[in-house]
RNA sequence: UCUCCAAUAGCUCAGUUGGUUAGAGCAUCUGACUGUUAAUCAGAGGGUCCCUGGUUCAAGUCCAGGUUGGAGAGCCA
């Protein structure tokens, strides 16, 4: 018998229909005469009953059907007669295909910490199982948004031989023996007889790599795992974690925070419209206010705040009494307590903060007219801080290289990448997103550990 | 990396000022129950109180160091 997948069945009304539905045991209860079973197959967070009459089956099946089993259910699909389900199924057939003595997940409500420690099975839990197909959403969902918008996906490389691309500390890629590197005769590890006969990384960011790539495809994005060996230990950090990064020719600034704002409303928009179940679950779940919040976004236009008004904005703020731990001043680089306080308390929306201090920002941002400040973009959320950070890019070879020289880069090492700047230059601007966070806010979660499947953090690389 | 907090049964947690045999709910097992919704009811089994050292007649409890986890900060996406 063809198998039918838990969410078709769940909206049939045929009754009568012989079915086959395969599964897990969520939870099974009961009295002497029947059973209920209550199976999931992944395919929506909803599980359907199966109706076991306790007399048509052996004791050892009956036994091995418990939280966590593997099951194939033959029966007949009738209308419910409990108020919590409109189908059920009453079992005519069972085989087990997998028991699961000693299976660690139970019915009632685990702790995300130890959840974390069985990441393997924890998503076979509604919370993960919620997250997990929103997180599928949300990548089907990006990849829609550009390809409508004509941007090509397009792959940057993971190794790199840039030692300083400047965005964090980065982890070493070599096959050299470590117990005896070969060295150089003044006593240098010797990387010229490593695997790529240089010294490599893994990447920080696909964005050099990107800005080439959109000088001749004119919109690209990429959409791949980056990598940061920061000694982070924070609910919003990952050493490996998902980044996109779209690279646009002849974008300028309120071109970028155009698509900065309309890319995630999309995304959002696509949560709400495509995932329901799912939210509605981590709305009652996880966090009360959650598609409220969401609704929020999409209702509001983002905040376009120059760094220098949001000074202002933090001095008045003082002046009034309002207390921070760090100093506020033209020059500061903003602390997370600024940020929030702006998104959180003074707007109570996404802002987009535009046109920093060029000391505070990449070499690579456009350097405005007045010489101090540069076309760098962050978009600010509530509760989980930057999502976004973007630029313009300087384009003119000379005040890049003028740039770079200022901050004691090395300019070998950057030809590749300088020559955007010779040949043919042109304005461009893009961005990075950090796919966990967009999934972080979207479900509610709280710890961004808990919405990526295997977590790699300090000390932790287990599964 | 810094600051603060935590670690007791498979899970979630209680454990008084240091004092006899460390408890509860859930899970598991056994039994009861004519349709349950985290089913219910009765009973049973289940402990390296994170590790090492110290104080004390006596440590789950106090002290020191460590390990692991969490929150905040920094770094950032």
Known sequence: MERTKVIDLLRREDYGAEVNVKG??????????????????????????????????????????????????????????????????????????????????????????????????????????????????MALAIHTYFHEHGFYYWNSPLITASDCEGAGQMFQ????????????KDGEIDYSQDFFGAQTSLTVSGQLEGELAATALGAIYTFGPTFRAENSNTPRHL??????????????????????????????????????????????????????????????????????????????????GRKFEFPVYWGCDF????????????????????????????????INADNKTVQGTDVLFPSIGEIIGGSVREESYEKLTNRMKELDMRLDGYEWYLE????????????????????????GMSNIRDVIPFPRTPKNAQF
């Open 173 to 184: 890629v070599t096959t050299l023996d470590l117990k005896n590197p070969p060295k150089t």
């Open 420 to 443: 955007t700047r010779k040949f043919g230059t042109c304005p461009h601007a893009g961005f990075g997103l950090g796919f966990e966070r967009l999934i972080l806010f979207v479900t």
């Open 24 to 137: 897990w045991v969520r939870t099974k209860r009961g009295s002497k005469a029947v059973n209920f079973v209550a199976l999931n197959d992944g395919s929506t967070i909803k599980n359907v009953q199966i109706v076991v009459d306790v007399n048509k089956f052996d004791d050892e099946t009956m036994r091995n059907i418990a939280t966590g089993s593997c099951l194939s259910v033959e029966g007949t699909l009738v209308k419910s007669q409990g108020a919590e389900q409109s189908v059920e199924i009453q079992a005519n057939k069972i085989e087990v295909y997998g028991t699961a003595d000693g299976y660690p997940l139970q019915k009632k409500g685990h702790s995300m910490e130890f959840l974390r420690e069985h990441a393997n099975l924890r998503m076979r839990t509604n919370t993960f199982g919620a997250v997990f197909r929103i997180r599928h959403n």
């Open 239 to 320: 050493a490996e974690f998902w980044m996109i990064e779209p690279e646009i020719a002849f974008m300028d600034l309120k071109e970028l925070m155009d698509l900065e704002e309309d890319f995630i409303k999309y995304c959002i928009k696509w949560a709400l419209d495509n995932c329901m179940d799912d939210l509605q679950f981590l709305n009652n779940m996880i966090d009360k206010g959650l598609i409220e919040r969401l609704q929020g976004i999409l209702k509001d236009d983002f905040v376009r705040l120059p760094y220098t008004e949001g000074v202002k904005i933090l001095e008045e703020a003082i002046k009034n």
């Open 335 to 366: 602390a997370s307590e600024h940020e929030r306080y702006l998104v959180e308390e003074h707007f109570k929306k996404p802002v987009i903060m535009t046109d920093y201090p060029k000391e505070i920002k990449s070499f690579y941002m456009k």
